[in-house]
């Protein structure tokens, strides 16, 4: 496991509050954001009191667990949502054990800063916090292992049916948050080239450029929908 990141004060990456009913999990996660240069305004063991600590705090990130107590089911992703619905400009990680295919379609259908990570595949911490800095940044992530449940028989009216078989690689891996520079890697191409299929691919699945989308993650969301 990478080295943690050092974040002297004057250097803080955001304000945080972190979800999760799992007390060692929250703690330690709490932590390793402290170390690593946010400043965690509050803690949650569920949703409820999340809301409230949001409410109160008003935090640019939230990491949340969908099932918290008391049902354990999706305490966790309503909070979310509620969230979504009273401060949009939030940046939301949903930090998940389970894969949940429609919740996730859901959340990143709101169009908002949003990431999707399983906690069983965050295993470079370094990583990890680069991919909460993204989110803040109005990115859109999505675990590799959730992009490949989404995979299935496509519809007859297929959206992707007119990129190229490279283009709808290099849409695959945007949807697991990617940057060109990391899809440029994992292809073995130029930086150059990634920006040419990408600029392809938001031409062809005619995603216009508009003062309040971001037209990567509506093309992400495109690629979702199609599965």
Do not use: C
């Amino acid at each position: 496991m990478s080295a943690e990141p050092e974040g002297p004060p004057s250097e803080r990456r955001g304000r945080v509050v972190v979800a999760d009913d799992d007390v060692v999990l929250r703690e330690g996660l709490a932590s390793l954001l402290e170390r690593s240069g946010f400043d965690v305004v509050g803690q949650s063991g569920d949703g409820s009191e999340l809301v409230a600590l949001v409410r109160e705090h008003r935090p640019d990130l939230v990491v949340v667990d969908i099932r918290m107590p008391p049902s354990h089911t999706t305490e966790g992703l309503d909070a979310a949502r509620a969230i979504r619905a009273e401060a949009p400009e939030t940046a939301i990680l949903v930090f998940s054990a389970h894969v949940e295919v429609e919740h996730a379609r859901d959340l990143l259908a709101s169009g908002s800063p949003v990431g999707y990570l399983l906690k069983s595949r965050v295993t470079d911490i370094v990583e990890f916090i680069d991919t909460l800095e993204r989110i803040l940044k109005g990115g859109s992530v999505v675990d590799p292992a959730l992009v490949r449940e989404l995979v299935s028989p496509r519809a007859i009216d297929d959206p992707l049916e007119v990129l190229t078989g490279r283009e709808r690689e290099v849409l695959s891996l945007m949807a697991e948050g990617r940057s060109n520079v990391g899809i440029a890697r994992q292809l073995w191409v130029t930086e150059a080239t990634v920006e040419k299929h990408v600029h392809s691919i938001l031409g062809k699945l005619r995603l216009q450029e508009t003062s309040d989308d971001n037209r990567r993650v509506r093309a992400v969301i495109t690629y979702l929908d199609a599965r």
